[in-house]
């Protein structure tokens, strides 16, 4: 890598820190008053209860941690160690009251926030694999974290909707987002819609990822 790539990369890595960490403590101040009976109470996503998100995000983080740590080591880690086993936790997990639920999530985001800052340049040039065996670099990790937790945030349907998201973070999702909507179409079929072009940009990203039905928009896949 360059002298130049790799200012390149360490700004962009840091603009992805900064951003993440600002949507780990907003997400955290909207669970200040977080009660028990909110956390049995449905999210915005189908089957998942606020606990099983807050739950999965917690997981999420700690499955974070594994691959940096694999990739410190220079080995390829799984984020997961088993679909059942994933799924299992956050079942589990879910039940727990509002107290137990936010300090592990706490935890989970400063144990995750404290393997970035000790990650050597050797961790963020690896790989490591997801639940389905894919391989992620760990290059885009701190942005797959940053997607999390800015679009699980309004899944829980708590004050924070999706026009709340980062401005920052939509814009850089948004160019993802509509290559892969670009990249399922066929060829010659690849602009976006014009009534989803009229949408606002948060709104428009809300579409992409499954979040919002539009009117007259076929509903895009949920990430």
Same mark, same amino acid.
């Given at each position: 890598m360059s002298e130049s790539d790799q200012r390149k990369f360490a700004n962009t890595l840091n603009e992805h820190v900064s @951003?993440? &960490? %600002? &949507?780990h403590q907003r997400l955290l101040s909207s669970l200040e008053n977080l009660t028990d009976e909110q956390c049995r109470e449905d999210s915005l996503l189908p089957n998942w209860s606020r606990g099983h998100v807050l739950t999965h995000l917690a997981r999420n983080a700690d499955s974070h941690v594994n *691959?940096?740590? %694999? %990739?410190?080591? @220079?080995e390829v880690g799984e984020q997961y160690a088993s679909a059942e086993k994933r799924n299992g936790d956050i079942e589990s997990g879910s039940t727990r009251s509002a107290e137990e639920l936010v300090m592990d999530l706490r935890l989970s985001i400063y144990g995750l926030e404290a393997a970035w800052a000790s990650a050597n340049e050797k961790a963020w040039q690896g790989q490591g694999r997801n639940l389905s065996g894919r391989v992620i670099e760990m290059s885009s990790l701190v942005f797959l974290r940053?997607?999390?937790v800015e679009i699980h945030h309004a899944d829980l349907n708590l004050g924070f909707g999706y026009d709340d998201l980062t401005p920052l973070y939509v814009r850089l999702e948004l160019d993802q987002q509509i290559m892969l909507w670009r990249s399922r179409k066929p060829m010659g079929m690849t602009e976006i819609p014009e009534i &989803?072009?009229? *949408?606002?940009?948060?709104?428009? *990203? &809300?579409?992409?990822m499954g979040r919002v039905e539009v009117e007259g928009l076929a509903k895009p896949e949920p990430f």
């Amino acid at each position: 890598m360059s002298e130049s790539d790799q200012r390149k990369f360490a700004n962009t890595l840091n603009e992805h820190v900064s @951003g993440c &960490a %600002a &949507a780990h403590q907003r997400l955290l101040s909207s669970l200040e008053n977080l009660t028990d009976e909110q956390c049995r109470e449905d999210s915005l996503l189908p089957n998942w209860s606020r606990g099983h998100v807050l739950t999965h995000l917690a997981r999420n983080a700690d499955s974070h941690v594994n *691959l940096l740590q %694999a %990739a410190v080591r @220079g080995e390829v880690g799984e984020q997961y160690a088993s679909a059942e086993k994933r799924n299992g936790d956050i079942e589990s997990g879910s039940t727990r009251s509002a107290e137990e639920l936010v300090m592990d999530l706490r935890l989970s985001i400063y144990g995750l926030e404290a393997a970035w800052a000790s990650a050597n340049e050797k961790a963020w040039q690896g790989q490591g694999r997801n639940l389905s065996g894919r391989v992620i670099e760990m290059s885009s990790l701190v942005f797959l974290r940053w997607r999390e937790v800015e679009i699980h945030h309004a899944d829980l349907n708590l004050g924070f909707g999706y026009d709340d998201l980062t401005p920052l973070y939509v814009r850089l999702e948004l160019d993802q987002q509509i290559m892969l909507w670009r990249s399922r179409k066929p060829m010659g079929m690849t602009e976006i819609p014009e009534i &989803a072009k009229k *949408l606002s940009p948060s709104q428009r *990203l &809300a579409w992409l990822m499954g979040r919002v039905e539009v009117e007259g928009l076929a509903k895009p896949e949920p990430f």
